[in-house]
């Protein structure tokens, strides 16, 4: 099987692994052969048959999903006889369809509304007889069924048969009665049931979340990775005006495949917060006064030098590695108890993918943290608060307790942070900073797989990325400074403290990310 | 004998021999008429003289299509050390077709004996009876049957004391006519929807729970006692016409004929006699119209080409229709043509499993169209949008049912267009509400 095969594909020699199918050797040929029902994560059961291709030498039209490769084969994607068939199956898929576009949040991503206006007819020979009709259903907690607009393809039933292994969805009746049904006293409510909304290709499976929230042609779309867990699953996020409105699964091979998680898919609220700090803050006697980033730095330098003794430094682990290894520099040489919070939730395995699941461990770069210096826990760093000459949170996450012992704090209080708190109004300064889609940084994941995500949205005010306030300190003021300006040159400069990070760019990371070698002290956690 | 009237004396019976002799039902009578001599027989032979053997009578198979059956048990692997399997296809639901139903009823040992021949050939120590969920009678036959063959020693753990292992599982369909299909049999067995599945892989290679599986009809399985008994040669010669076609074939005759039933006849024997000596010939006062030779899946014959049509694979092929399964339907002058299309395509659409979007809606759709029609509201040009349906549901999907659904709307266009123009021009009373 690992011999290679040359076959044509619409006049394109292409030479694939043998076993390949037809529909993926296509793609290595620049041609994508339309389909519904096949998906590259899941088992083709060949039905939509709208990617009958004509194979010469073959008696009749083969489905591209199922059909391997052969050595010398010639295959016509858009001969007329290929084209005919195709426009039979949409003609078909059509009859009993609803044209509800204008009121679909699949239209502009929908796959039957891009084939047909691609090559399905222009009017319709089903005339006067009424359409198939079943009422919407409530699937689950986020999923909705809405039966009138469904093709049938099964993709939803063989992911859950499949993939997540819970076996809730079926197709029930047959012929043009047919329908998705689900097992009775049953909920579409597993961890990873939204996926379902995705895989399907028409406007049929809904997540209640997005309904009716924006349509597809207006929204931006950002290559990103989940800040949900260690798992790191690549992700988009769509922003309507600067407005988080969802994320959905990016595909990579190696870490997600095409999925992601609910949690995961749900956790983007925090990032359209209207409570955020937008200017720097200096304490100047009793008073709080908002001031400019250059005063603002100059401060902090100050602050940094003037201190003396241990230093407390409680960070995120949402934060990028950009912003932790530099953040952590600050302070570099001097006694300091770095550390993470790390929230835990119950793991959530995808049984049908292997090393994928809604990891315990809920903060998206627990491997970054720990390869720039902090530990994961706050315990031990919280407990040396009282003794601390200087705290420096950075957008933790804190606990009431937490808040109050850093209210209590007796040395200086450096506070950077995305939102108000209880403990920032005691800092002696504060400092406003973007969250992880107002800026470009890595993640290391479970695996030690650096990956980056991309900005999605403005800042709001004059919030910065916090390794951008660690490198202008680190660089000192001045037209000759030689501070990170992007998040690539942030990233490029990690080398230089941390040797994991040597040599790399953001570059050599591409889109699905590199395993760091040999760099990581434990195991995979 | 015969059942439900004696033996004509233009048939040649050999499976429908003791049709209505209830004694054959029991183990006892069955020995007595010459019964599991041909598994006794089986059981000493070499499997592969045995395939052999049974590829050299040309059997082929009697559900539909026709394959070689001796090449079929050779496309099965040797000793891979995993389970075979054969499945008996008893789910005989083809419309049109009751001859299975009657080796079923009558000669359950036959087809008990046929099996575990097959199942010798194979390799295969399990036997998968798969019958259809309406045939209450034939369920009670063969479940009484299969717990005497147990107890006789036909099958269990030492088969004759052969040291062979043969186990039949009886297993009663729920009344889905694509279960008929072989791959969908297969997941209705293991407890899934019955859809048919993609090949390949072939049963042979991956069939029944992922094992080689052969897939036989009743009557293939219950020819083969003859012929391990009596040798291909004899089997061979009995034919008529074409060489491909060998040994007899039962076929199941209704419509509108004096004496419908089931009539086994030597392959290559002239319709003619089937229809008319046989059956009885037409109603009084009645002509033929048309026939459907095997099955409401295969294309109409008019009357004129069955005049001279002989009865076997290429006989029919010849007139532009099928063998099939060997359910004859016949109508006369009296039959309405498209009503009759119409009341097919629907059966069809409501037997479509959903799987192929041509299936699933063309079937339902041309029977909408027919319905139009019929009504007294068809136009011209729904004549060639069914022609387009047809062609879009032809050679298209994972399975026949959809083809099945095509054939018998192209050919009555075809072959009887004048009613279909009638009722669009008005000149026809609408037979149908309107839709």
């Known amino acids: ?525 | 004998m015969g059942y439900p009237h004696p033996s004509h004396p233009k048939e040649t019976v050999l499976l429908s021999k003791y049709f209505g002799d209830p004694v054959a039902r029991t183990y006892a009578g069955w020995v007595e008429r010459g019964g599991y001599q041909g598994l006794r027989k089986a059981l000493a032979m070499p499997r592969a003289e045995l395939i052999d053997m049974v590829k050299a009578s040309g059997l082929r198979g009697r559900g539909g299509a026709g394959f070689p059956t001796g090449l079929k048990w050779s496309f099965m692997p040797k000793d891979d050390g995993k389970p075979h399997y054969l499945v008996c296809n008893a789910d005989e639901s083809e419309p049109g077709t009751f001859k299975d139903r009657e080796i079923l009823r009558w000669t359950p040992h036959a087809l008990i004996e046929g099996c575990a021949i097959a199942a010798y050939a194979i390799q295969a120590e399990r036997i998968y009876v798969y019958i259809r969920g309406e045939f209450t009678e034939p369920w009670t036959v063969m479940t009484r049957a299969v717990e005497e063959a147990y107890a006789s020693g036909a099958l269990g753990a030492n088969v004759f004391g052969s040291g062979t292992r043969i186990d039949v599982v009886l297993h009663r369909g729920a009344g889905a006519y694509i279960c008929g299909e072989e791959t969908a049999m297969m997941n209705s067995i293991e407890g899934k929807r019955g859809n048919p599945r993609i090949k390949p892989p072939f049963p042979a290679q991956a069939g029944l729970f992922g094992m080689p599986t052969t897939i036989n009809n009743v009557e293939t399985l219950a020819a083969t006692p003859h012929i391990v008994m009596r040798g291909a040669e004899w089997y061979k010669a009995m034919s008529l016409s074409s060489p491909k076609s060998t040994g007899t074939k039962l076929l199941s005759v209704c419509g509108h004929v004096q004496r419908p039933g089931n009539y086994e006849v030597t392959m290559g024997t002239p319709m003619r006699d089937l229809i008319f000596d046989m059956a009885g010939g037409m109603r009084p006062g009645r002509t033929l119209k048309a026939i459907i030779p095997g099955g409401s899946s295969v294309p109409i014959m008019s009357a004129a080409e069955a005049e001279d049509c002989l009865l076997d694979y290429e006989g029919i092929v010849a007139k532009g229709s099928m063998l099939g399964s060997g359910g004859v339907i016949v109508m006369d002058d009296s039959t309405d043509m498209v009503k009759t299309i119409w009341r097919y395509t629907k059966f069809y659409a409501h037997e479509s499993c959903a799987q192929c979007t041509q299936c699933r809606e063309g079937t339902a759709w041309t029977t909408k169209v027919l319905e139009r029609i019929l009504s007294g509201r068809g136009k011209q040009a729904d004549l060639q949008l069914l022609l387009d349906l047809a062609d879009n549901m032809t050679g298209k999907t994972i399975c026949v049912l959809s083809d099945s659904c095509a054939a018998p709307v192209v050919s009555g266009i075809q072959k009887f267009r004048g009613e279909f123009d009638a009722y669009i021009a008005g000149a026809r009373v609408p037979v149908l509400a309107a839709v």
């Open chain 1, 1 to 525: 099987m690992s011999a290679d095969v040359t076959v044509t594909i619409d006049g394109m020699p292409v030479t694939v692994p043998a076993g390949t199918m037809i529909i993926e050797a296509a793609k290595h040929a620049g041609v994508l052969v339309p389909h519904y029902c096949y998906h590259p994560s899941l088992p083709s059961p060949a039905v939509c048959r709208m990617c009958l291709v004509e194979v010469e030498r073959a008696p009749k039209l083969l489905p591209a999903c199922v059909t391997q490769v052969a050595e010398g084969q010639v295959v016509h994607v858009n001969s007329a006889t290929a084209k005919d068939a195709r426009q039979g199956v949409l003609e078909f898929l059509l009859i009993n369809h609803p044209l509800d576009c204008p009121i679909c949040d699949q239209a502009g991503e929908c796959e039957l509304q891009d084939y047909v206006f691609q090559e399905g007819r222009g009017s319709t020979r089903y005339g006067e007889y009424a359409k198939r009709f079943n009422p919407v259903e409530e699937f689950g907690p986020d999923v909705l069924y809405v039966p009138n607009r469904c093709i049938l393809c099964t993709r939803c039933v063989r992911f859950m048969d499949d993939v997540a292994g819970a076996a809730v969805l079926n197709v029930s009746e047959r012929g043009d009665r047919a329908y998705i049904g689900i097992a009775e006293e049953q909920l579409l409510d597993h961890p990873w049931a939204g996926n379902v909304v995705d895989l399907c290709p028409v406007g049929s499976l809904l997540s209640k979340d997005f309904l009716h929230k924006a349509r597809a042609w207006d929204l931006d779309k950002t290559a990103s990775v989940c800040p949900g867990c260690t798992q790191g699953c690549n992700i988009n996020i769509d922003t309507r005006d600067d407005v988080v409105v969802r994320f959905r699964p990016r595909p990579n091979l190696d870490v997600n495949r095409h999925f992601m998680c609910d949690t995961g898919r749900q956790g983007y609220r925090w990032l359209n917060r209207g409570d955020r700090i937008e200017a720097p803050l200096m304490r100047e006697g009793t008073r709080t006064v908002a001031t400019d980033w250059d005063t603002a730095l100059d401060r902090l330098g100050d602050l940094l030098k003037k201190s003396t003794g241990s230093v407390v430094l409680l960070a995120s682990g949402r934060l990028s590695t950009e912003s932790l290894g530099l953040v952590r520099q600050l302070v570099a040489g001097r006694d300091v108890a770095a550390a993470i919070g790390v929230p835990v939730g119950d793991e959530a395995p995808l049984a049908g993918i292997p090393n994928l699941a809604l990891r315990r461990e809920r903060v998206p770069n627990l491997n970054g943290a720990e390869l720039t210096g902090y530990v994961a826990g706050t315990e031990r760093a919280i407990a040396a608060i009282p003794r601390a000459g200087l705290v420096i949170v950075v957008d933790a996450e804190l606990t009431a307790d937490e808040e109050r012992a850093i209210a209590a704090a007796s040395g200086t209080v450096v506070w950077m942070g995305t939102v108000a708190s209880d403990s920032h109004h005691k800092a002696h300064l504060v400092l406003p900073l973007t969250t992880m889609a107002e800026e470009n940084g890595t993640y290391v994941n479970r695996d030690g797989r650096v990956q980056v995500f991309q900005q999605a949205k403005g800042a709001p005010g004059m919030a910065r990325p916090a390794w951008w306030v660690a490198g202008e300190v680190l660089a000192g003021p001045g037209p000759d400074s030689d501070a990170p300006g992007t998040g690539a040159e942030a990233f490029a400069s990690l080398g230089h403290y941390y040797p994991a990070f040597a040599g790399l760019t953001h570059a050599d990371l591409g889109f699905t990310g590199r395993v760091l070698q040999g760099q990581l002290a434990g195991a995979a956690r």
